[in-house]
């Protein structure tokens, strides 16, 4: 069996002009890599990242300079979801052209309305997979995505370029069938998210996928692991049973921003319209933190 895997998804800067703020993602990167442990960066990949605030030129951009900021230090998977086909098959070959060692596609809602079906979805990911020069993954997140039925991403994992699956549900039921239908039968790899770290690694899953600071803690949890401390990895991982739910009313991303400028890595604010937590919920959230694996980054910024 494999290692398990930290996928990191660094959060998006924004300067006062809406722009990318390369500093910033560069501090970000350079913590992602080195007190995250991350195994793999994404680049403009997941809702949280809000990559579909940017045209397509600045969405190029923004992947650019994530891979310019990782530096070869560990691999890094391109986001390329779009409606259009020829579109992400377009961004997987920017991609493959700066580097990158896979892409990911959010699973599609159709463009015309409503679900899609199995039929479409396969033939969805089949047509990208054909002209694609790197491995994919399929990233779950009913939402923003298709809601995808176990059968279908079954399916769509034994396509052969489909190399990982993104899990974003927290349903258990789920989750466990599909890391033996898929990960242990050697389709793909399957990585979840926060509240299933623990889970996912106990039943032989690959890893899970999420935003910082997050990762900080879930490292430490695969860490306690992987050293066979089970006792400590389930005491890490319970600081997960609060952090992000309670501050979720704002949003994963909101809530992620908010944390890491509280221990000393700000990030900005959210992209407009959107607000971030009020200067109640900020404390609240610092309250919280100061429990977590992430207090002494907490106070030595209070401090500093």
């Known amino acids: 069996m494999s290692k398990p895997e930290l996928v990191v998804a660094p959060l998006t800067p924004f300067s006062s002009d809406l722009r990318v703020d390369a500093a910033a993602l560069q501090r970000e990167i350079d913590y992602v890599i080195a007190d995250c442990g991350a195994t793999m960066v994404v680049a403009a990949g997941v809702e949280a990242q809000e990559y579909t605030y940017l045209g397509l030129a600045e969405r190029k951009d923004l992947i650019r300079l994530t891979l310019e900021c990782v530096a070869g230090r560990c691999p890094v998977m391109v986001g390329i979801s779009h409606p259009s086909f020829k579109i992400a098959i377009e961004l997987a ?94 389709h793909a790899r399957y990585f979840t998210t926060v509240q299933m770290l623990l889970a996912t690694l106990a039943l032989g899953g690959s890893g899970a ?3 910082p600071p997050a990762a900080e803690i879930a490292r430490q949890v695969i860490d306690a692991f ?71 980054r907490l106070n030595q910024h209070a401090h500093a």
Do not use: C
């Not at 949003?251 to 400028?261: D, E, Q, R, S």
């Open 93 to 186: 070959h920017y991609a493959h052209g700066l580097g990158a060692h896979a892409v990911q596609m959010l699973a599609p809602l159709r463009p015309f309305g409503g679900p899609p079906t199995e039929r479409d979805l396969v033939a969805y990911f089949e047509a990208v997979a054909g002209a694609s020069p790197l491995p994919m993954t399929l990233y779950l997140n009913a939402g923003p995505g298709a809601d995808v039925s176990i059968a279908a991403t079954i399916a769509i994992a034994r396509i052969d370029k489909v190399r990982y699956i993104k899990e974003s549900s927290r349903d258990l039921a789920r989750v466990s069938r599909l890391i033996v239908e898929i990960d242990h039968a050697g």
């Open 209 to 211: 996928t999420m935003p």
């Open 226 to 296: 992987i050293a066979g401390d089970y006792e400590r990895a389930a005491q890490i991982q319970l600081q997960f049973a609060l952090f992000p739910s309670r501050w979720m009313h704002r949003g994963l991303t909101a809530t992620m921003k908010t944390a890491m400028g509280l221990i000393g890595l700000p990030v900005g604010s959210m992209y407009p319209p959107y607000v971030s937590l009020d200067a109640a919920e900020t404390a609240a959230l610092a309250d919280f933190l100061k429990t977590t694996v992430l207090a002494k």
